[in-house]
T-cell receptor, first 109, second 113 residues
Framework: GQNIDQPTEMTATEGAIVQINCTYQ??????LFWYQQHAGEAPTFLSY????GLEEKGRFSSFLSRSKGYSYLLLKELQMKDSASYLC??????????FGAGTTVTVRA | DAMVIQNPRYQVTQFGKPVTLSCSQT?????MYWYQQKSSQAPKLLFH???????NEADTPDNFQSRRPNTSFCFLDIRSPGLGDAAMYLC????????????FGPGTRLTVT
C-alpha cells in the first residue's frame, strides 16, 4: 500500500512564507511531485524532485530527502491567488502516481 | 490551445442510469488516466491505458469501465451510478517516462440524484 501524509489545512498572511510538509511510505519511488489545485479545477504541475535537495522555481521551492521519506513545498511572498490545495504525489512506478489528500492553504489579507 | 479536454464539465445523472464521461487530448501522449476525486480527498486512480493496453487498479469497482478507441480519446463508463459515485472525475495524460509530468484536464463534476 501507499501512505502519503500532509497536513489538512494551513493559513498564512499575504506576503508571508508557508512550508507544506509531506511524508511518504510507498512501494516504489521514482520521484515526487507537487501540484496546485484551485477549487473545482484540475491539478497543475508545480515541481518535481527525484534527487535529494532543494529545487527552486520563482516563489516556489521544493525539497526532498529520500532517506527520510520527506518533502516540503515552500511558498514565499504569498499572494491571495496562492489560496488553493497543494497535492503531494509520489511516482510509484514509471507511469503511476500516488497522491496525498492535499493541504488547503488559505491566504489572508 | 487546450491540451486535455473533458466533456461535459458538469454531469447530472440518475441513480442507476448509465453515464459516459469523455476525455480528449492534443498532446499525442501514450498514456491516459482516469482518476476519481471526492471532496478533500486524494485523486484515486481508477485505471490507465498505455497505448491500447488497459491497466485496471485492483480496487476499482466493476461498475467502472473504460474505452480508448484511438490515441486522442478516452471514455469512462459508469454502468449503474450510485450515490457514492458522485465525485470529480479527472482525466490525465503522460508522454515519455523522461517527461515526468502528468497533464490534467479540467475535470467533470458528476452528480447522482
Amino acid at each position: 500500500g501507499q501512505n502519503i501524509d500532509q497536513p489538512t489545512e494551513m493559513t498564512a498572511t499575504e506576503g508571508a512564507i508557508v512550508q507544506i510538509n509531506c511524508t511518504y511510505q510507498t512501494s516504489g519511488f521514482n520521484g515526487l511531485f507537487w501540484y496546485q489545485q484551485h477549487a473545482g479545477e484540475a491539478p497543475t504541475f508545480l515541481s518535481y524532485n527525484v534527487l535529494d535537495g532543494l529545487e527552486e522555481k520563482g516563489r516556489f521551492s521544493s525539497f526532498l530527502s529520500r532517506s527520510k521519506g520527506y518533502s516540503y513545498l515552500l511558498l514565499k511572498e504569498l499572494q491571495m491567488k496562492d489560496s488553493a490545495s497543494y497535492l503531494c504525489a509520489v511516482r510509484v512506478s514509471d507511469y503511476k502516481l500516488s497522491f496525498g489528500a492535499g493541504t488547503t492553504v488559505t491566504v489572508r489579507a | 490551445d487546450a491540451m486535455v479536454i473533458q466533456n461535459p464539465r458538469y454531469q447530472v445523472t440518475q441513480f442507476g442510469k448509465p453515464v459516459t464521461l469523455s476525455c480528449s487530448q492534443t498532446l499525442n501522449h501514450n498514456v491516459m488516466y482516469w482518476y476519481q476525486q471526492k471532496s478533500s480527498q486524494a485523486p484515486k486512480l481508477l485505471f490507465h491505458y498505455y497505448d491500447k493496453d488497459f491497466n485496471n487498479e485492483a480496487d476499482t469497482p466493476d461498475n467502472f469501465q473504460s474505452r480508448r478507441p484511438n490515441t486522442s480519446f478516452c471514455f469512462l463508463d459508469i454502468r449503474s451510478p450510485g450515490l457514492g459515485d458522485a465525485a470529480m472525475y479527472l482525466c490525465a495524460t503522460a508522454g515519455r517516462v523522461s517527461d515526468h509530468e502528468q497533464y490534467f484536464g479540467p475535470g467533470t463534476r458528476l452528480t447522482v440524484t
